[in-house]
T-cell receptor
Framework: AQKITQTQPGMFVQEKEAVTLDCTYDTSDQSYGLFWYKQPSSGEMIFLIY??????QNATEGRYSLNFQKARKSANLVISASQLGDSAMYFCAMRSAHSGGYQKVTFGTGTKLQVIP | GAVVSQHPSRVICKSGTSVKIECRSL??????MFWYRQFPKKSLMLMAT?????????EQGVEKDKFLINHASLTLSTLTVTSAHPEDSSFYIC???????????????FGPGTRLTVL
């Protein structure tokens, strides 16, 4: 069974500072994908960044980077130069094979990030 | 990027009535659609996965007869909450994906969600 763990229910960061949101995962699959999504108060899920299990380099997307440590099964999200608009819930997710022949996405419990001016 | 729409965005209904939520992929064909449920300040819980033209696969603990899913076309999936009760009140989010195989990064897109309140 797949499991995603986010141990930080809430985080504060000063505007313009960097922040790291933790995510660990557990799976027996060899091939899987890791995602981070942002969910503002409006409720929509916004894709931020993706890391494939076979990708050798850490993924980066603008101010977002994913610190992928495969041996430790961790996929932490780093947000550089935090902005007030970054205040939201952040979910780590993993997509892996499902017995039905399709991909299944499992979400962590989320981290609420608040950026302080 | 690809767009997924949901309708309605918000619905309030009386206990015992049925509510239908539509999920549409607007600019791509979604062979697979996922339905999630999210309680306040909680994570997304996968309810079921539907593939176009076949029966939905429900996650353990999800009542098939209560949450009817129909994936009638490559751009439309519907979730019907039958005989809704207050405990069904939640935020329902659909996700659409083009293709089944591989673990490619892009390709799964979320709708804006539907907030259901059952009185």
């Amino acid at each position: 069974a797949q499991k995603i763990t986010q141990t930080q229910p809430g985080m504060f960061v000063q505007e313009k500072e960097a922040v790291t949101l933790d995510c660990t995962y557990d799976t027996s699959d060899q091939s899987y994908g890791l995602f981070w999504y942002k969910q503002p108060s409006s409720g929509e899920m916004i894709f931020l960044i993706y890391q494939g299990s076979y990708d050798e380099q850490n993924a980066t997307e603008g101010r977002y980077s994913l610190n992928f440590q495969k041996a430790r099964k961790s996929a932490n999200l780093v947000i550089s130069a935090s902005q007030l608009g970054d205040s939201a819930m952040y979910f780590c997710a993993m997509r892996s094979a499902h017995s039905g022949g399709y991909q299944k996405v499992t979400f962590g419990t989320g981290t609420k990030l608040q950026v302080i001016p | 990027g690809a767009v997924v729409s949901q309708h309605p965005s918000r619905v309030i209904c009386k206990s015992g009535t049925s509510v239908k939520i539509e999920c549409r992929s607007l600019d791509f064909q979604a062979t697979t659609m996922f339905w999630y449920r999210q309680f306040p300040k909680k994570s997304l819980m996968l309810m079921a996965t539907s593939n176009e033209g076949s029966k939905a696969t429900y996650e353990q603990g999800v009542e098939k007869d209560k949450f009817l899913i129909n994936h009638a076309s490559l751009t439309l999936s519907t979730l019907t909450v039958t005989s809704a009760h207050p405990e069904d009140s939640s935020f329902y989010i659909c996700s659409a994906r083009a293709g089944r195989g591989g673990t490619s990064g892009r390709g799964q897109f979320f709708g804006p969600g539907t907030r259901l309140t059952v009185l």
